[in-house]
């Protein structure tokens, strides 16, 4: 249970604020790379309660800026992407990647007014088919998560993110909260002769959970042990990468992903899924049927369509329910989303009653608590020291028999 102020404290992170200003000193998802084409249409993008523009230059360089002019504050998404450049078609203002205003028309000829304005404007980097940012201030960015996305090629990626109402820290509990899978998710989950085989085999067995917590220099690693009535154990260990990074265990042999949450603002979340095949190329509708994943919206700037309100009780069928459907909701990630927007747009912590079964998302609380302390502090924590493998972090499903014998392991 935290106090109230804990609460504001973990979850606000606006400009200004403690949170806000340490998970800007991180690489995060800003926009899927496919948005932004050569001298095409601008694209506002939101995080952390800010508004920012994104382009792709005649040169294919991505620009990242805060979205007014700085003539007039006109927003730069209405802008022409011509030449370089992004020319506000208010006054004919032309900014570069940089954010260096190289053109101001409306002034007398002569006039060096131009050179003497900057936007301002962030480090970009392109990976897993999505374009990141760096919004932090320190001049050189710190090390990128280089996952194991970054091995292979674009056409095996599948990027996505769901638009969720709700604030971003119930979001990423729900995805390290794994006692709740054997529950919210049971439509989805195996049985019987399934039980060794398929994503989210062995947890369909045991509702109860029992946690081991690994610190790691990144973060931590979560197994949660679930013993099954035959005495089989399943070990799942997901791994946490702060502050908003989540690599979950399945039983698919190439088929790999990190889920990452992104702040809009408040009371709005990204939650974006970042899908890879080792194997070779693949394509959205192939990573769902894998994952036995049921119905989602087709835009990939949106998967949570169509999307309900509380008053529609978030659109859970009960007809289904009668029917045999647990959660009343026709996709894995869309009972998710219900969920977490039903706890209210900023979850009343302080009324929780926690146990045992939520010690990950407690030691995520401590360690985000943690790294607040650090930055206000002056000192880097080892996520931002440079020398993490990003690459090798992997999320692990083991089966063991009950004499301890290994009967699957997948990483």
Request: with cysteine; aromatic share 8%; net charge negative.
């Amino acid at each position: 249970m935290l106090s109230k102020e804990q609460n504001e404290l973990l979850t606000r992170i606006e400009p200004g604020t403690p949170m806000g200003d340490t998970l800007r000193q991180f690489w995060l998802p800003a926009i899927r790379s496919a948005n932004l084409e050569v001298d095409g249409a601008p694209a506002r993008v939101r995080m952390f309660g800010q508004n920012f523009v994104a382009f792709r230059d005649t040169n294919g360089r991505v620009g990242f800026l805060d979205e007014g002019c700085p003539h007039r504050g006109v927003s730069l998404a209405l802008g022409r992407n011509e030449d370089c450049g992004l020319r506000c078609i208010f006054h004919g203002w032309k900014i570069n990647v940089d954010g260096q205003v190289v053109e101001v028309p409306s002034e007398p000829a002569g006039s060096n007014l131009a050179s003497k304005i900057k936007v301002n404007h962030y480090q970009t980097r392109e990976a897993a088919g999505v374009v990141w940012v760096y919004l932090g201030k320190e001049a050189e960015a710190p090390q990128f998560p280089a996952f194991d996305f970054v091995n292979h090629p674009i056409e095996n990626m599948v990027p996505r993110k769901a638009v969720v109402q709700c604030n971003w820290v119930t979001l990423l509990e729900g995805l390290l909260d794994s006692s709740h899978v054997s529950s919210l998710h049971k439509d989805w989950l195996p049985t019987g002769k399934e039980m060794l085989s398929g994503p989210n085999a062995g947890v369909m067995g045991a509702l109860s959970v029992v946690y081991e917590i690994e610190e790691r220099p990144y973060g931590y690693q979560a197994n949660a042990k679930r013993a099954m009535a035959d005495g089989t154990q399943v070990n799942r260990k997901t791994e946490y990468v702060l502050p908003t990074f989540c690599l979950i265990p399945s039983t698919l042999k190439t088929l790999r992903g990190v889920a990452c949450i992104v702040p809009i603002d408040d009371e709005t979340t990204n939650f974006w899924t970042l899908s890879w095949d080792t194997s070779g190329p693949i394509d959205a509708a192939t990573v769902d049927r894998l994952r036995n994943v049921g119905r989602l919206g087709k835009d990939p700037d949106n998967i949570y369509e169509p999307r309900f309100e509380a008053d529609q009780v978030w659109g859970q069928d009960r007809e289904a329910m009668k029917n045999g459907s647990y959660s009343g909701y026709p996709a894995l990630p869309i009972e998710d989303f219900a969920v977490s927007e039903s706890q209210g747009v900023i979850a009343n912590r302080p009324a929780e009653k926690l146990g045992a079964s939520d010690i990950a998302i407690i030691r995520m609380r401590r360690l985000l608590f943690d790294l607040v302390k650090d930055y206000q502090a002056g000192t880097q924590p080892a996520i931002l020291s440079g020398n993490i493998d990003f690459g090798k972090i992997r999320p692990v499903h083991e089966v063991l028999a009950p004499t301890g014998t290994t009967i699957e392991i997948k990483a």
